[in-house]
């Protein structure tokens, strides 16, 4: 059987916690598949068009942003969004997903990551009120949402390690349909989105692939993967 290459867009660093994860997280959940994987790197300042991403049936934006190539990663995740490919972004990956969707869908050419452009008056990634850097939070899913769904549950606890997340101003404009909430943490801020009409948009702030460093099989990495493979 010919393996499902999933592309992991970012800049990989084996310092990483999340980059240590990720190649692990989907072997396990492959494993329990019963189907082949082959993660490829593809660094973003090698991301100038579709060419360089038409080989992978699935894209997982990964951690530790900003990226060398922030144009880069937004491309990967328009590419998704538009080809209809399997899409998942996990931390970094959530914050320029909310970014490519406000400047791709919205038109709001001059969206931005404060982290990137302090004085933007369109930052929709801003810092967090509370840092979660190696941190482990509760989450509530939303009922009926892919992320409830590939959890079996409306709960979990999952780690971070993040400084900026979704600007709350920005709430309303950029999660009223058809990117909506998937989930919160205990206060009600987003910690999880996805796309409808999509076969599976999805993006959370928290790092669900550190589950694998532990041996266990990352719910939401088994889900992105059987929706690759279906």
Avoid: K
Wanted: glycine share 10%; aromatic share 8%; net charge neutral.
């Amino acid at each position: 059987m010919t393996p499902l290459r999933v592309g992991l867009i970012g800049d990989h660093d084996p310092a990483v916690t999340a980059h240590r994860a990720i190649p692990r997280a989907l072997a396990l959940a492959a494993a329990r598949i019963g189907i082949p994987v082959e993660p490829v790197w593809v660094p973003t300042e090698e991301i100038h068009g579709a060419a360089r991403l038409a080989g992978f049936p699935a894209l997982w934006c990964v951690p530790a942003s900003p990226y060398r190539s922030t144009e880069g990663a937004l491309l990967a995740i328009r590419f998704a969004r538009e080809q209809g490919r399997p899409f998942l972004g996990t931390c970094g990956g959530f914050q320029h997903a909310l970014l490519e969707y406000a400047r791709g869908v919205l038109g709001w050419e001059d969206a931005a990551h404060r982290e990137l452009s302090p004085d933007s008056p369109r930052a929709v990634i801003a810092p967090l009120s509370c840092g979660l850097v190696e941190v482990e939070g509760a989450i509530r899913l939303v009922p009926g949402s892919r992320l409830a769904r590939a959890y079996g549950a409306l709960q979990a606890r999952e780690g971070y390690h993040c400084n900026y997340g979704l600007n709350p101003a920005f709430r309303e404009a950029l999660l009223s349909g058809p990117l909506c909430v998937a989930a919160e943490d205990a206060a009600g801020d987003v910690r999880g989105v996805e796309l409808d009409g999509h076969p599976f948009f999805v993006a959370t702030l928290f790092q669900p692939e550190r589950a694998a460093l532990q041996g266990r099989v990352p719910p939401l990495a088994e889900a992105f993967l059987r929706s690759a493979g279906a």
